[in-house]
């Protein structure tokens, strides 16, 4: 579990505290992703990209971000400026390059719209 003595300085976001519909739109040269949470507790999306292998939505868990080539441990269900996204499908792993922006956006209780950008 990611907490205070875990979590980077760095503003990133956590997968699982995330509400089921939340959209987190992220760019990781030289592509754009769109994945909408569907369990956050397990990781659980909904992701599409302009990534050729990811065109069409893709239900995916996503596992890790880490600092690569670095050795350093991955960050949990942690989206992260600088780090790679490991993403698990049922015919195997996907990593992202590096982060470079992400913005996420969901619906209010009161049906309102919010977004924020988070790098």
Known sequence: M????????????DIRKLRPGTILLVEAEPWLY???????VHG????????????????GQVLQSVR????AA?????????????IRFR???YRTQPLTAASVKGTRDDGGRWTYDVF
């Open 2 to 13: 990611l907490d205070s003595r875990t979590a980077p300085a760095e503003p990133g976001i």
């Open 34 to 40: 769109e994945i909408k949470v569907v369990h956050p």
């Open 44 to 59: 659980i999306v909904e992701i599409s990209s302009s990534d050729p292998h990811l065109r069409v939505a893709t239900v």
């Open 68 to 71: 690569w080539p670095s050795l």
């Open 74 to 86: 991955p960050i949990p269900s942690w989206l992260g400026k600088g780090l790679a996204l490991e």
């Open 91 to 93: 015919n195997g792993l």
